[in-house]
């Protein structure tokens, strides 16, 4: 069993930032395909961002260009550095660990962004 745990999210201004953290359990992190996803309230659960275990990360088109994803495998956590923010980006981001079979959740934290 690998226990994801996301934190960083909180309340931000329009145009401001805030960057998440998913730290998993997995001893073996590296092995392990990171996704952060959100969900807005009434709206179904959305990719934001995926890092492979190599290769090139990709985007949803909403935060091409504002979000980056980038992994530390030696501290067994991934980021989500969130730019431009805008009230669209309200939701809740859940971290995705996979491997194969395995498919683990984070619980999810929220981020609000409003004036």
């Known amino acids: 069993q690998v226990r994801v745990v996301e934190s960083g999210g909180g309340l931000a201004q329009p145009g401001g930032s805030l960057r998440l953290s998913c730290a998993a359990s997995a001893t073996i992190f590296s092995t392990f395909a990171m996704s952060w996803y959100r969900q807005a309230p009434g709206k179904q659960r959305e990719l934001v961002a995926h890092?492979?275990?190599?290769?090139?990360?990709n985007y949803a088109d909403s935060v091409k260009g504002r979000f980056t994803i980038s992994r530390d495998n030696g501290q067994n956590t991934v980021y989500l550095q969130m730019n431009s923010l805008s009230p669209e980006d309200t939701a809740v981001y859940y971290c995705y660990a996979t491997r194969g079979a395995y498919r683990y959740w984070g619980q999810g934290t929220q981020v609000t962004v409003s004036s």
């Open positions: 890092i492979p275990t190599g290769g090139r990360a």
